[in-house]
């Protein structure tokens, strides 16, 4: 069994910033990739940043040069450090990770998410 749990939201002001975490664990043999994504109420969920396991990034327009992913040193950690917040950054985010297993895969998996809400 494979899971994903993240942690760091919290309430920050408008240009504040916040770090969320997100850790594997389970029999992993490795993790092709890993990325953030998020959900605000009444909106699809969508792609904030994702990583490669040869370290290649992909953000969303609406958080170039806002935001950084960046994997641990252990690869089974993904970090999101998130500068300059802005009230639509309020979201669900969630974490999701492209896993091979000792046997098979668990592709798409998700964590149970963690809230952001940026708020003055």
């Known amino acids: 069994q494979v899971q994903l749990v993240e942690s760091g939201g919290g309430l920050v002001q408008p240009g504040g910033s916040l770090r969320l975490s997100c850790a594997a664990s389970g029999s992993i043999f490795m993790i092709y990739g890993m990325g953030w994504y998020r959900q605000a109420p009444g909106k699809q969920r969508e792609l904030v940043a994702s990583t490669t396991s040869g370290s290649n990034t992909n953000y969303a327009e609406s958080v170039k040069g806002r935001f950084t992913i960046s994997r641990g040193n252990a690869k089974n950690t993904v970090y999101l450090q998130m500068n300059s917040l802005k009230a639509e950054d309020t979201a669900i985010y969630y974490c999701?990770?492209?896993?091979?297993?000792?046997?098979?895969?668990?592709?798409?998996?998700w964590g149970q998410g963690t809230q952001v809400t940026v708020s003055s």
């Open positions: 999701k990770a492209d896993i091979r297993l000792p046997v098979g895969t668990a592709l798409g998996t």
